[in-house]
């Protein structure tokens, strides 16, 4: 995607929304997910990262995006990156998601919102607010 002077604001609201799916992909080893990766076994990703992404996310709104890759030397750290499609309301993010030993990044590749305003701050707010609202309610109680 060609950077624009709000990627970055969008890119960090997006990894501060998805870093807890972060946290969980990369519990799994390694190892495990450049297999996964290399032999083209995209439904069992598919499936860890709805898995990962359904603790924290609605249902439907973290998706693997059907690709990645990885980087892998000889005695040197392990990367993984995970094409991912996130979609809460009135947006859609195509992104990569970096996994590493002790870190994760995320980049927007493309952001598309259904009503887009002429003005980009609002998008990027409306960004912010559909991934809050996309997340589960942890922690509120509702009074009877």
């Known amino acids: 995607m060609k950077k624009s002077p709000y990627s970055a604001q969008r ?4 990894a501060e ?4 799916v972060a946290s969980e992909l990369r519990l799994l080893d390694a190892a ?3 297999s996964l990766l290399r032999f083209e076994r995209y439904g069992n990703l598919a499936d860890l990262v709805a898995s990962a992404a359904e603790l924290y996310f609605h249902p439907g709104t973290v998706n693997f995006g059907l ?7 000889w005695g040197g750290p392990a990367e993984v990156t995970i094409d991912l499609e996130i979609k809460p309301r009135g947006v859609t993010v195509y992104a990569k998601l970096a996994l590493a030993e002790h ?6 590749n493309h952001i598309a919102f259904d009503k887009a305003s002429a003005d980009p701050d609002e998008n990027t707010a409306l960004l912010a607010r559909s991934l809050r609202d996309a997340r589960y309610a942890i922690g509120t109680t509702h009074a009877a």
């Open 103 to 108: 870190h994760a990044g995320i980049e927007i």
């Open 32 to 34: 495990d997910l450049i």
């Open 17 to 20: 929304a998805i870093s807890p």
């Open 67 to 73: 690709g990645g890759d990885y980087k892998l030397e």
């Open 11 to 14: 890119e960090q609201i997006l």
